[in-house]
């Protein structure tokens, strides 16, 4: 069965620096999300991407991040300069269409901040 | 934005039972999905239900769309352990795709 693969699957990083996760959505699918979980916490969303451009976006997803879609199979999510709080497992999600069709997680990225 | 309350918090039971979970939330939703997480992995999808009142079956999973539209429940039959994990419901919020998720249930089945 088709999955959203993501890399890699921990990164620890320094504060201050900045990281770039990374994503293959399933190949037909066409809608492309970031959502976080701070451990312990439920998941939440960060943003929706759709030919090219964000379609939405959530308060925590402040100008420290941007998402790409340098080629036709990659996803990725920058944090410009980490900060201790983005601590939390980072997960990309596709899906067909835009509502209605359910969305597929990867299994996540680990992201530490030291 | 939309919130989504799920309940139980936490669930502990012996292999072979029954278990009910449940997600209501203050506003309508058109779509519920329910997710299961195990330790590491990301959500997968267990069930997705689109019309109210919609009884939807996979495996011993069942999972109902409740008929006001704000709340679905998930039941897994004869649990084993490997049923072990997080549950959350989730649903699109009516002005756009973004997925809003539960709290989650976990559930821990003794053998």
Known sequence: EPEVTQTPSHQVTQMGQEVILRCVPISNHLYFYWYRQILGQKVEFLVSFYNNEISEKSEIFDDQFSVERPDGSNFTLKIRSTKLEDSAMYFCASSEEWVGQPQHFGDGTRLSIL | ?111
């Open chain 2, 1 to 111: 934005g939309q919130q989504l309350n799920q309940s139980p918090q936490s669930m502990f039971i012996q292999e072979g039972e029954d278990v009910s979970m449940n997600c209501t939330s203050s506003s309508i939703f058109n779509t519920w999905l329910w997710y299961k997480q195990d330790p590491g992995e990301g959500p997968v999808l267990l069930i997705a239900l689109y019309k109210a009142g919609e009884l939807t079956s996979n495996g011993r999973l069942t999972a109902q769309f409740g008929i006001t539209r704000k709340d679905s429940f998930l039941n897994i039959s004869a649990s084993i352990p490997s049923d072990v994990g997080i549950y959350f419901c989730a649903g699109p919020e009516t002005s756009g795709s973004r997925l809003t998720f539960g709290e989650g249930t976990q559930l821990t089945v003794n053998p």
